[in-house]
């Protein structure tokens, strides 16, 4: 079946610093890959988004590529700001609509 | 936009009582929701998919006499914990998509749960 690992948190650094979390996947066919972003106290909130290899998603100045011939889909920003302090959740959508998660990067940014 | 609205966002209930939980689309007809569970610092694990007008699809190892999901209409879907438990306590959360979001998933924005 379908799987997603992602780096095992927390991660802790601080305003201005790089981010990379690690996602990647396994999956039959080709599925797509998310990155959701979830604020202390709130629901599921999709940060971007790529369908297809190659593909870039972006927002926020949050950025993942979709590898396929690594499996990855890693999440990386240049420079972190206080408020992305958040849990950071890899996805894949299988060809069912289903969503598999990643366990979660709990980040912490301070100040 | 499309946006998936959950009621209610927190629920506190005594053990043996049932609780209802509703996720609703407001601006799209949902031929399908789903929905997931979370528990504290762990990942979202998929209870059921339910598809407007049919029974749901439960997920390997999800009571579905315990986990009752109704999804009466193409904009709402219910989720029934029965004979709710301190281990049900947990965060849900219910996502939806139509025919033609294509891979977009909406979700809702999560309900609490605690059973004490």
Redesign the interface.
Known sequence: GNSVTQMEGPVTLSEEAFLTINCTYTATGYP?L?W?VQYPG?????LL?A?KADDKGSNKGFEATYRKETTSFHLEKGSVQVSDSAVY?CAL?GSN????????T?LTVNP | GAVVSQHPSWVICKSGTSVKIECRSLDFQATTMFWYRQFPKQSLMLMATSNEGSKATYEQGVEKDKFLINHASLTLSTLTVTSAHPEDSSFYICSASFHNSGNTIYFGEGSWLTVV
């Open positions: 797509s998310f959701y709130e629901g599921l909130q999709l988004k369908t959740f959508l609509y289903k969503l598999t998660f990643g366990k979660g709990l």
